[in-house]
């Protein structure tokens, strides 16, 4: 039907056919089943999250000290309602056998982890602060670096991941992905101190693992290099696919490492652009050299390595 006709349709018409393309068109339809969680619920659980995390930043008025201890009560019982409500949805979408009992109970283990979770993101705040130089306060960074937000919702996600909490995690993400730029799975595992500088076009898969104190770049991509398939060409599901980096490593802007057996060695250095799919070892710098990638010892440039071209490590079989 060209683009003419139908500006002739009327509303009827187009409520037949939209009804004819539920029935033809499935896989993208959910009747009669389970109540998922709402986008507009999970929005809403992130941000109530964020203002857990940073009491006194996110909101309409100063808020006292003396005012804490209530206001924070108000929030838990709010989010635990909505967390409890949102989880419950998830399990029953998954056909957990008690999904009530269940979603009360990992509810209250997320929440009893947000003392932890405060920790742990303190250590990303104090890393922004020290690893840019243009950063004049901690409050500038929470209220205006967007890595402050997508590494949060990401360590929340990751908790209700590691309690096996269906979709949920990967909405909460999807959130700070949406406002960011920045993907980060659930799954993956990030140690303290991590900063993402700009914070824009970043996305590290499920199965990466990430050391301390590390810094990377806009653009920067921790992916696979190529899924395992089943007999009938499907992804196996669980397999390890994303690198290991180390502690003390820096990444720049548009670097791409790939592959579950990948590991970058603690203290090194992935100069921009830079393709890598094998592992290096520590203190070392990677960068390239015309259409070649040098791995070389950052301690000793005598040992420098040319690895093979750009061309040939291109045609490697890879996905992200």
Not at 16 to 42: C, K, M, Q, W
Not at 241 to 261: E, F, K, Q
Request: charged letters at 20%; glycine letters at 8%.
């Amino acid at each position: 039907m060209d683009v003419e006709c139908r500006a002739l349709m009327t509303l009827d018409e187009i409520k037949r056919a939209l009804l004819a393309s539920y029935e033809t068109e499935g896989g993208i339809n959910h009747f009669d089943g389970s109540n998922l969680p709402s986008e507009e619920s999970v929005n809403r659980l992130a941000s109530d999250f964020m203002h857990l995390l940073f009491p006194g930043f996110f909101e309409q008025t100063p808020l006292a000290k003396k005012d804490v201890p209530a206001l924070t009560a108000r929030r838990l019982e709010a989010i635990n309602t909505r967390l409890v409500t949102d989880i419950e949805k998830a399990l029953h979408f998954a056909r957990d056998p008690e999904p009530a009992v269940n979603a009360a109970r990992m509810a209250m283990e997320m929440l009893a982890a947000m003392p932890d979770v405060r920790q742990i993101v303190q250590t990303d705040v104090q890393a922004a602060y020290t690893g840019d130089p243009a950063a004049r306060s901690t409050e500038e960074i929470i209220l205006a670096y967007p890595c402050v937000l997508v590494i949060s919702l990401q360590r929340i996600a990751h908790v209700l991941y590691k309690l096996g909490v269906p979709i949920l995690p990967r909405m909460i993400t999807e959130y700070a992905h949406e406002r960011t730029g920045t993907d980060i799975h659930p799954g993956a595992q990030i140690g303290t101190h991590f900063f993402i500088d700009h914070c824009t076009g970043v996305v590290i898969g499920e199965t990466a693992r990430i050391g301390n104190h590390v810094k990377i770049y806009q653009g920067v991509t921790l992916g696979a290099k190529s899924f395992e398939v089943d007999n009938e060409g499907n992804p196996i599901k669980g397999v390890k696919r994303h690198p290991n980096i180390g502690d003390h490593v820096t990444i720049y802007s548009h670097a791409t490492i790939l592959g579950g057996d990948t590991e970058i060695g603690a203290h090194s250095i992935i100069g921009a652009n830079v393709w890598l799919l094998e592992s290096i070892p520590a203190s070392s710098i990677a960068y390239y050299k015309g259409d070649n990638l040098v791995v070389r010892s950052r301690r000793k440039k005598e040992k420098a390595v040319e690895c093979r071209g750009a061309a040939e490590m291109q045609a490697w079989d890879w996905s992200i």
